[in-house]
Nanobody, 121 residues
Framework: QVHLVESGGRLVQAGGSLRLSCAASGRTFSNRAMGWFRQAPGKEREFVAGINWSGDITDYAASVKGRVTISRDNAKNTVYLQMNSLKPEDTAVYYC??????????????WGQGTQVTVSS
């Protein structure tokens, strides 16, 4: 079992930066891939970034590549999402997920409750 709690979402101006955190509990965190997804109102939940269990392989959606960095600290059971040059279209609820490496929702079997990120223009 893995329990995930996201934090760090808030209102930020366009062009600003934000770091989201996802704290995990459970003994299997360090051997699971982690991902960040987001869901805007009226839209499907979409993949943002993923990282393998050891942290040396990362994947990004084309829409955020170059602006977003995913990282993890297995000693702290935490995964991070650093977001720079934020745009209003980044506004969404951001979810942390644990599972197997991939960009589809089906690759992940544990999900957090989400944290709201709002980017004003």
């Amino acid at each position: 079992q893995v329990h995930l709690v996201e934090s760090g979402g808030r209102l930020v101006q366009a062009g600003g930066s934000l770091r989201l955190s996802c704290a995990a509990s459970g003994r299997t965190f360090s051997n699971r891939a982690m991902g960040w997804f987001r869901q805007a109102p009226g839209k499907e939940r979409e993949f943002v970034a993923g990282i393998n269990w050891s942290g040396d392989i990362t994947d990004y959606a084309a829409s955020v590549k170059g602006r977003v960095t995913i990282s993890r600290d297995n000693a702290k059971n935490t995964v991070y999402l650093q977001m720079n040059s934020l745009k209003p279209e980044d506004t969404a609820v951001y979810y942390c997920a644990a599972g197997y490496r991939g960009s589809s929702r089906g690759s992940y079997d544990y999900w957090g409750q989400g944290t709201q990120v709002t980017v004003s223009s």
